[in-house]
């Protein structure tokens, strides 16, 4: 899921629901660091390493998932288990939805320290766990929560650490999200047959252990500035067509979004026959190849409006999941790998940069409140979108066919439901050139 409140595209992220302050209270602060300089800078490190202990712990589930249903929970159904990944993605931006807030009233120290304790105690207790409801605990909750509480402060700092160059900022931030998708799977599919899985999943815990001592150090060393905080909920949107059929969309998005993340290393070893090794490097390229879409968004928007990326990319996606049928040979598998991961990119960065269009958010002081709006929505997709599938999945027989179709079918209606609004903003933009 990136994610931000202004005209750049969200890394992998998912969104910054948490900065309710007003865009015109930022613009009349005094602009110290227009285009950055060290200390900014070393704030975006500090954000690359919170979005690697995040969102790139959260994409590299589908390697765990693979080896808890061969292995450590092989009693547990597919859907079962899915539920630990997807309450971990559900939480993740929902948690934002309350951090934002005490982010804008100064607890920038207390969130990052306790969210970076809770990613790292998460893995640990993760690399303890021997039966279900541990795992549930542990990654799901406990990882889950943690990384909600930390991501919306990073990128609040980096928000206003930046004007000029806040998308790059923010993009370069997000990367961390696919570095961590591509290194944790491989080092735990190395790790595991050598060291087992507690000392897999605790190499991979002080690695983000590292990495949140980095996060603190940076973030930490000045406290939060207070500022006037926003309500959570703009009662208005919900009369607002094009809002609400944008934030549908997204559910619809979502609920298609983890399928294939979640289950390309099963559906690698089961119906293509590749190895159990290659299978969980599956995952790695799926994510890899997401960096693509975490950065063309920001060389593009200047050229294309970003709501023209985004359905272009949805419609993409249909497609995506309809060809996954016919993926059912090495090579056609990874080419298609590809090309998934590159537009699983687009999806969730493009859409923080669009809700700062005034047909979505006609008052800007109310951005941050719209963002959160439009994420905490979507992200029930994100929590009913695996365990469905894992339901129409049949492991035992190779069958994918049902949440192929199923993942095919919610992108369909996401683009059906995002014509409106891109009529809308296209009209709109027809009517109100902006000034050169």
């Known amino acids: 899921m990136s994610s931000e409140k202004i005209h750049g595209a969200q890394p992998h992220l998912p969104p910054m629901p948490g900065n309710l302050t007003s865009d015109n209270e930022h613009e009349n602060e005094p602009r110290k660091r227009v285009n950055g300089g060290l200390n900014a800078w070393l704030n975006v490190l500090a954000g690359f390493c919170v979005f690697v202990n995040s969102w790139g712990l959260l994409t590299t589930y589908g390697a765990f998932q693979e080896y808890y249903q061969t292995e450590l929970l092989p009693n547990e159904s597919p859907s079962t288990i899915s539920w630990v990944g997807s309450i971990q993605a559900t ?68 928000s206003t650490s930046f004007t000029t160059k806040r998308p790059i900022a923010i993009g370069c931030a997000s990367i961390g999200s696919s570095v961590g998708a591509v290194i944790f799977p491989v080092m735990f599919r190395q790790l595991q047959p050598k060291v087992g899985f507690p000392w897999a999943v605790r190499s991979i815990g002080f690695i983000s252990l ?30 607002e067509p094009s809002f609400m059929m944008f934030s549908l969309s997204l559910t619809c998005v979502m609920l298609a979004y983890y399928v294939p993340i979640f289950y390309v290393a099963s559906y690698a070893r089961t119906v293509v026959h590749t190895t159990t090794d290659f299978s969980f490097y599956m995952v790695a390229i799926v994510n890899g190849t997401s960096v693509i879409g975490r950065v063309v968004p920001y060389l593009l928007v200047a050229y294309i409006k970003p709501i023209g990326i985004l359905i272009f990319a949805v419609t993409a996606s249909a497609i995506a999941m309809f060809t996954w049928i016919a993926a059912t040979d090495m090579a056609g598998f990874i080419v298609w790998a590809c090309y998934w991961g590159a537009l699983s990119g687009v999806l969730v960065t ?20 719209r963002l959160g709006m439009m994420w905490g929505i979507s992200s029930f997709g994100a929590l009913a979108g695996t365990p469905i599938a894992g339901a129409l999945v049949n492991l035992d027989t190779a069958e994918f066919l049902r949440a192929q179709v199923f993942a095919g079918c919610m992108m369909v209606g996401a683009v059906l439901l995002q014509v409106w609004p891109t009529f809308r903003v296209v009209r709109y933009d027809l009517k109100n050139p902006r000034k050169k």
């Open 91 to 158: 939480l993740i931006p929902m948690v934002g939805l309350a951090t934002g807030p005490l982010v804008d009233v100064g607890y920038l120290r207390p969130l990052i320290i306790s969210g970076s304790f809770l990613t790292v105690f998460g893995m640990m207790m993760t690399s303890l766990a021997t039966s279900y409801y541990q795992v549930l605990l542990a990654q799901g909750f406990c990882v889950g929560m943690g990384g909600g509480i930390s991501y919306i402060p990073a990128l609040v700092v980096i």
């Open 210 to 239: 590292f990495l949140a001592i980095v996060s603190c150090l940076i973030l930490c060393r000045q406290p939060g500035q207070k500022a006037r905080a926003r309500s959570l909920i703009d009662w208005k949107a919900f009369r």
């Open 350 to 369: 493009a859409p923080t940069s669009i809700v700062a269009h005034p047909v979505f958010c006609p008052d800007s002081s109310f951005l941050g409140t």
